[in-house]
Protein backbone atom coordinates (compact mmCIF):
# COMPACT_ATOMS: atom_id res chain seq x y z
CA UNK A 1 0.00 0.00 0.00
CA UNK A 2 1.40 3.49 -0.64
CA UNK A 3 2.18 5.62 2.11
CA UNK A 4 0.01 8.30 3.26
CA UNK A 5 0.57 11.71 3.29
CA UNK A 6 0.48 12.04 6.66
CA UNK A 7 1.03 8.94 9.50
CA UNK A 8 0.78 9.88 13.31
CA UNK A 9 1.70 6.61 15.81
CA UNK A 10 0.92 6.35 19.28
CA UNK A 11 1.16 9.90 19.92
CA UNK A 12 1.52 11.18 23.47
CA UNK A 13 0.97 14.74 24.92
CA UNK A 14 0.52 15.39 28.56
CA UNK A 15 0.84 18.40 30.73
CA UNK A 16 3.20 18.57 33.96
CA UNK A 17 0.26 19.67 37.08
CA UNK A 18 2.49 21.10 39.56
CA UNK A 19 1.48 21.98 42.76
CA UNK A 20 2.79 21.56 47.21
CA UNK A 21 5.18 24.25 48.18
CA UNK A 22 8.12 23.77 46.02
CA UNK A 23 5.88 23.29 42.64
CA UNK A 24 6.95 20.20 42.20
CA UNK A 25 5.45 17.88 39.57
CA UNK A 26 2.62 16.30 41.07
CA UNK A 27 0.38 14.93 38.24
CA UNK A 28 -0.12 14.90 34.43
CA UNK A 29 -2.84 15.75 32.40
CA UNK A 30 -2.87 13.39 29.72
CA UNK A 31 -4.38 15.37 27.13
CA UNK A 32 -3.45 12.99 23.96
CA UNK A 33 -3.20 9.62 25.32
CA UNK A 34 -2.13 7.38 22.50
CA UNK A 35 -3.42 9.00 19.28
CA UNK A 36 -2.47 6.78 15.54
CA UNK A 37 -4.14 7.84 12.49
CA UNK A 38 -3.49 8.42 8.59
CA UNK A 39 -4.54 10.77 5.78
CA UNK A 40 -3.86 10.36 2.42
CA UNK A 41 -2.94 12.84 -0.21
CA UNK A 42 -5.96 14.83 -1.11
CA UNK A 43 -8.90 13.53 1.22
CA UNK A 44 -10.02 15.30 4.86
CA UNK A 45 -9.92 13.42 8.00
CA UNK A 46 -12.28 15.20 9.84
CA UNK A 47 -11.25 15.30 14.08
CA UNK A 48 -14.18 15.33 16.40
CA UNK A 49 -14.65 15.02 19.94
CA UNK A 50 -15.91 17.64 22.78
CA UNK A 51 -14.18 20.47 24.41
CA UNK A 52 -11.04 19.21 26.09
CA UNK A 53 -10.81 16.28 24.22
CA UNK A 54 -7.34 16.87 22.91
CA UNK A 55 -7.84 17.19 19.35
CA UNK A 56 -6.53 20.85 19.50
CA UNK A 57 -3.49 19.71 21.03
CA UNK A 58 -2.84 16.67 18.57
CA UNK A 59 -3.20 18.94 15.42
CA UNK A 60 -0.23 20.96 17.37
CA UNK A 61 1.85 17.91 18.11
CA UNK A 62 1.61 16.92 14.58
CA UNK A 63 3.18 20.00 13.78
CA UNK A 64 5.64 20.02 16.66
CA UNK A 65 3.71 23.33 17.77
CA UNK A 66 3.80 21.92 20.91
CA UNK A 67 6.34 19.15 21.70
CA UNK A 68 4.60 15.68 21.82
CA UNK A 69 5.85 13.52 25.15
CA UNK A 70 6.41 10.35 23.00
CA UNK A 71 5.38 8.74 19.65
CA UNK A 72 5.75 9.40 16.30
CA UNK A 73 4.19 11.75 13.06
CA UNK A 74 5.48 10.71 9.43
CA UNK A 75 4.63 13.16 6.95
CA UNK A 76 5.49 11.75 3.15
CA UNK A 77 7.95 9.14 4.82
CA UNK A 78 10.16 11.49 6.96
CA UNK A 79 9.75 11.42 10.56
CA UNK A 80 9.32 14.79 12.14
CA UNK A 81 9.21 14.01 15.50
CA UNK A 82 13.04 13.24 14.92
CA UNK A 83 13.75 16.10 13.04
CA UNK A 84 16.18 18.82 13.59
CA UNK A 85 15.17 22.79 13.59
CA UNK A 86 16.43 23.12 10.00
CA UNK A 87 14.60 20.39 8.52
CA UNK A 88 11.37 20.85 10.57
CA UNK A 89 11.63 24.70 9.25
CA UNK A 90 11.71 22.67 5.71
CA UNK A 91 8.51 20.59 6.49
CA UNK A 92 6.96 23.37 8.06
CA UNK A 93 6.03 24.92 4.39
CA UNK A 94 3.83 21.78 3.45
CA UNK A 95 2.27 21.64 6.96
CA UNK A 96 0.28 24.50 7.74
CA UNK A 97 -2.38 25.66 10.34
CA UNK A 98 -5.60 27.82 10.55
CA UNK A 99 -6.53 28.66 13.83
CA UNK A 100 -9.99 28.69 15.54
CA UNK A 101 -10.07 32.48 16.60
CA UNK A 102 -9.58 34.60 14.12
CA UNK A 103 -9.53 37.35 15.99
CA UNK A 104 -6.98 36.22 18.06
CA UNK A 105 -4.46 34.47 15.72
CA UNK A 106 -3.73 38.04 13.48
CA UNK A 107 -1.51 40.23 14.80
CA UNK A 108 -2.85 43.76 15.47
CA UNK A 109 -0.24 46.03 14.23
CA UNK A 110 0.83 44.39 11.34
CA UNK A 111 -1.30 44.97 7.91
CA UNK A 112 -2.94 42.40 6.22
CA UNK A 113 -0.57 42.46 3.46
CA UNK A 114 2.55 42.06 5.69
CA UNK A 115 0.57 39.04 7.77
CA UNK A 116 0.10 37.06 4.62
CA UNK A 117 3.49 37.96 3.22
CA UNK A 118 5.55 37.14 6.25
CA UNK A 119 5.81 33.77 5.34
CA UNK A 120 7.22 33.91 1.86
CA UNK A 121 9.89 36.52 3.64
CA UNK A 122 10.48 33.53 6.30
CA UNK A 123 10.72 31.14 3.54
CA UNK A 124 12.47 33.47 0.58
CA UNK A 125 9.55 33.04 -1.43
CA UNK A 126 9.54 36.60 -3.25
CA UNK A 127 12.86 37.60 -5.07
CA UNK A 128 11.43 41.52 -5.77
CA UNK A 129 8.90 43.53 -3.78
CA UNK A 130 7.02 43.10 -7.18
CA UNK A 131 6.93 39.69 -7.07
CA UNK A 132 6.19 40.01 -3.00
CA UNK A 133 3.44 42.52 -3.79
CA UNK A 134 1.67 40.14 -6.73
CA UNK A 135 1.89 37.37 -4.42
CA UNK A 136 0.02 39.07 -1.44
CA UNK A 137 -2.57 40.13 -3.69
CA UNK A 138 -3.12 36.64 -5.71
CA UNK A 139 -3.80 35.28 -2.37
CA UNK A 140 -6.33 37.17 -1.09
CA UNK A 141 -7.93 37.18 -3.92
CA UNK A 142 -7.59 33.49 -4.36
CA UNK A 143 -9.33 33.48 -1.00
CA UNK A 144 -12.33 36.34 -1.49
CA UNK A 145 -10.50 39.45 -0.80
CA UNK A 146 -9.54 42.53 -2.58
CA UNK A 147 -6.35 43.70 -3.40
CA UNK A 148 -6.41 46.89 -1.05
CA UNK A 149 -7.26 44.72 1.72
CA UNK A 150 -3.60 44.37 2.07
CA UNK A 151 -3.08 47.65 2.95
CA UNK A 152 -5.87 47.90 6.12
CA UNK A 153 -5.26 46.60 9.63
CA UNK A 154 -7.06 43.20 10.97
CA UNK A 155 -9.80 45.12 13.22
CA UNK A 156 -11.28 46.89 9.70
CA UNK A 157 -12.71 42.96 8.66
CA UNK A 158 -15.10 40.77 9.70
CA UNK A 159 -14.67 37.14 11.68
CA UNK A 160 -15.45 35.54 8.23
CA UNK A 161 -12.70 37.83 6.44
CA UNK A 162 -10.36 37.54 9.19
CA UNK A 163 -10.43 33.84 8.81
CA UNK A 164 -9.96 34.18 4.88
CA UNK A 165 -7.04 36.20 5.49
CA UNK A 166 -5.91 33.24 8.13
CA UNK A 167 -6.13 31.16 5.01
CA UNK A 168 -4.50 33.44 2.86
CA UNK A 169 -1.33 33.01 5.11
CA UNK A 170 -1.85 29.66 5.00
CA UNK A 171 -1.82 29.41 1.41
CA UNK A 172 1.04 31.41 1.12
CA UNK A 173 3.88 28.90 1.12
CA UNK A 174 1.80 26.68 -1.16
CA UNK A 175 1.28 23.88 1.63
CA UNK A 176 0.22 20.05 1.01
CA UNK A 177 -1.59 19.63 4.45
CA UNK A 178 -3.34 22.63 6.14
CA UNK A 179 -4.61 21.49 9.73
CA UNK A 180 -8.08 23.15 9.96
CA UNK A 181 -8.41 23.47 14.10
CA UNK A 182 -11.97 24.68 14.48
CA UNK A 183 -12.11 27.18 11.78
CA UNK A 184 -15.40 28.09 11.72
CA UNK A 185 -16.43 27.44 15.36
CA UNK A 186 -15.62 31.29 16.32
CA UNK A 187 -17.96 32.18 13.45
CA UNK A 188 -21.49 33.29 13.14
CA UNK A 189 -23.34 30.08 11.31
CA UNK A 190 -24.29 32.08 8.40
CA UNK A 191 -20.62 32.77 7.66
CA UNK A 192 -19.63 29.13 8.38
CA UNK A 193 -21.26 27.59 5.53
CA UNK A 194 -19.33 30.04 3.37
CA UNK A 195 -15.54 29.42 5.15
CA UNK A 196 -16.20 25.69 4.46
CA UNK A 197 -17.19 26.10 0.92
CA UNK A 198 -13.90 28.20 -0.02
CA UNK A 199 -11.88 25.68 2.11
CA UNK A 200 -13.37 22.93 -0.19
CA UNK A 201 -12.82 24.98 -3.50
CA UNK A 202 -9.45 25.18 -2.06
CA UNK A 203 -8.80 21.97 -1.75
CA UNK A 204 -10.06 20.89 -5.41
CA UNK A 205 -7.67 23.68 -7.20
CA UNK A 206 -4.70 23.20 -5.14
CA UNK A 207 -5.12 19.74 -4.55
CA UNK A 208 -4.74 19.87 -0.76
CA UNK A 209 -5.58 17.86 2.23
CA UNK A 210 -6.91 18.65 5.37
CA UNK A 211 -6.97 17.84 8.93
CA UNK A 212 -10.08 19.55 10.32
CA UNK A 213 -10.97 19.49 13.27
CA UNK A 214 -14.38 20.26 14.85
CA UNK A 215 -16.38 19.50 18.41
CA UNK A 216 -19.74 19.15 16.79
CA UNK A 217 -20.16 16.16 13.79
CA UNK A 218 -22.44 18.30 12.06
CA UNK A 219 -19.34 20.92 10.94
CA UNK A 220 -17.25 18.02 9.60
CA UNK A 221 -20.28 15.95 7.58
CA UNK A 222 -19.77 17.44 4.39
CA UNK A 223 -16.30 18.58 4.05
CA UNK A 224 -14.84 15.03 5.49
CA UNK A 225 -14.06 11.70 3.36
CA UNK A 226 -13.16 10.09 6.65
CA UNK A 227 -13.68 11.01 10.41
CA UNK A 228 -11.85 9.93 13.86
CA UNK A 229 -13.90 10.58 16.79
CA UNK A 230 -11.70 11.62 20.31
CA UNK A 231 -12.76 11.13 23.64
CA UNK A 232 -10.63 12.31 26.48
CA UNK A 233 -7.40 11.90 24.83
CA UNK A 234 -8.05 8.85 22.49
CA UNK A 235 -9.26 8.27 19.24
CA UNK A 236 -13.10 5.67 19.62
CA UNK A 237 -13.67 5.26 16.05
CA UNK A 238 -12.37 5.96 12.75
CA UNK A 239 -14.75 5.30 9.91
CA UNK A 240 -15.35 7.06 6.17
CA UNK A 241 -17.86 9.45 6.08
CA UNK A 242 -20.27 8.00 4.78
CA UNK A 243 -20.32 5.19 7.13
CA UNK A 244 -19.87 6.79 10.42
CA UNK A 245 -22.87 9.38 9.47
CA UNK A 246 -25.27 6.37 8.47
CA UNK A 247 -24.01 3.79 11.27
CA UNK A 248 -21.81 4.67 13.88
CA UNK A 249 -20.45 1.61 15.80
CA UNK A 250 -19.38 2.96 18.93
CA UNK A 251 -21.60 4.84 21.46
CA UNK A 252 -19.44 7.66 22.07
CA UNK A 253 -20.14 8.47 18.44
CA UNK A 254 -24.22 7.32 18.34
CA UNK A 255 -24.56 10.01 21.30
CA UNK A 256 -22.78 13.01 19.35
CA UNK A 257 -24.34 11.96 16.30
CA UNK A 258 -27.67 11.99 17.89
CA UNK A 259 -27.12 15.90 18.43
CA UNK A 260 -26.96 16.49 15.01
CA UNK A 261 -30.12 18.21 13.24
CA UNK A 262 -31.33 16.33 10.55
CA UNK A 263 -33.15 19.03 7.77
CA UNK A 264 -36.05 16.39 7.17
CA UNK A 265 -38.85 16.76 9.56
CA UNK A 266 -39.91 13.53 8.77
CA UNK A 267 -36.85 11.57 9.80
CA UNK A 268 -36.52 11.68 13.46
CA UNK A 269 -33.80 10.75 15.16
CA UNK A 270 -33.49 9.36 19.22
CA UNK A 271 -31.41 12.05 21.11
CA UNK A 272 -28.88 10.21 23.64
CA UNK A 273 -28.13 12.69 25.92
CA UNK A 274 -25.11 11.78 27.93
CA UNK A 275 -25.49 12.09 31.31
CA UNK A 276 -22.13 14.13 33.27
CA UNK A 277 -19.19 16.12 31.93
CA UNK A 278 -15.77 14.87 30.30
CA UNK A 279 -14.50 13.48 33.10
CA UNK A 280 -10.81 14.96 34.33
CA UNK A 281 -7.98 14.18 32.22
CA UNK A 282 -5.74 13.92 35.12
CA UNK A 283 -7.77 10.88 36.40
CA UNK A 284 -9.67 9.12 33.58
CA UNK A 285 -11.78 6.41 34.83
CA UNK A 286 -10.79 2.92 34.91
CA UNK A 287 -11.10 0.32 32.11
CA UNK A 288 -13.54 2.48 28.99
CA UNK A 289 -12.60 5.93 29.84
CA UNK A 290 -16.70 6.29 28.26
CA UNK A 291 -18.11 4.08 30.85
CA UNK A 292 -19.31 6.31 33.60
CA UNK A 293 -21.35 8.12 31.10
CA UNK A 294 -21.98 5.24 28.10
CA UNK A 295 -25.53 3.93 27.77
CA UNK A 296 -24.27 0.29 26.77
CA UNK A 297 -21.72 -0.22 29.75
CA UNK A 298 -21.76 -3.19 31.48
CA UNK A 299 -19.28 -4.67 34.44
CA UNK A 300 -16.62 -5.21 32.03
CA UNK A 301 -16.52 -1.82 31.06
CA UNK A 302 -15.09 -0.56 34.67
CA UNK A 303 -11.41 -2.55 34.11
CA UNK A 304 -11.21 -3.59 31.04
CA UNK A 305 -10.06 -1.14 28.45
CA UNK A 306 -10.99 -1.60 24.94
CA UNK A 307 -8.76 -1.69 22.28
CA UNK A 308 -9.03 0.50 18.79
CA UNK A 309 -9.42 -2.82 16.51
CA UNK A 310 -10.49 -3.01 13.11
CA UNK A 311 -14.17 -4.33 12.71
CA UNK A 312 -14.04 -4.05 9.30
CA UNK A 313 -11.77 -2.92 6.56
CA UNK A 314 -11.03 1.01 6.87
CA UNK A 315 -12.68 1.03 9.89
CA UNK A 316 -11.93 1.01 13.53
CA UNK A 317 -13.75 1.07 17.02
CA UNK A 318 -12.83 1.30 20.21
CA UNK A 319 -16.11 -0.86 21.77
CA UNK A 320 -15.83 -3.88 23.50
CA UNK A 321 -19.31 -4.97 21.56
CA UNK A 322 -18.75 -3.24 18.06
CA UNK A 323 -18.91 -5.56 15.51
FE1 LIG B 1 -19.61 1.73 26.39
FE2 LIG B 1 -18.40 -0.45 27.33
FE3 LIG B 1 -18.29 0.12 24.74
FE4 LIG B 1 -16.95 1.59 26.53
S1 LIG B 1 -16.59 -0.58 26.03
S2 LIG B 1 -18.13 2.33 24.82
S3 LIG B 1 -18.37 1.59 28.24
S4 LIG B 1 -20.14 -0.38 25.91
Redesign the pocket.
Known amino acids: MAEPLLRVENLVKHFPVKGGFFSREVDHVRAVDGVSLHIDAGETLGLVGESGCGKSTSGRCILRLIEPTSGEVWFEGKNVTAMQADALRLVRRDMQIIFQDPYASLNPRMTVGAIVGEALTIHALADTAKAYDDRVVDLLETVGLHADHRLRYPHEFSGGQRQRIGIARALAVSPKLIICDEPVSALDVSVQAQVINLLEDLQQKFNLTYLFVAHDLSVVEHISTRVAVMYLGRIVEIASARDLYTAPK ?3 TEALLSAVPIPDPKVKRKRIVLEGDVPNPIKPPAG ?1 H ?2 PR ?1 P ?3 ER ?1 KSEA ?1 LLREIAPGRVSA ?4 A
Not at 319 to 322: A, T
Open positions: HPYCFHCRAECPCHFS
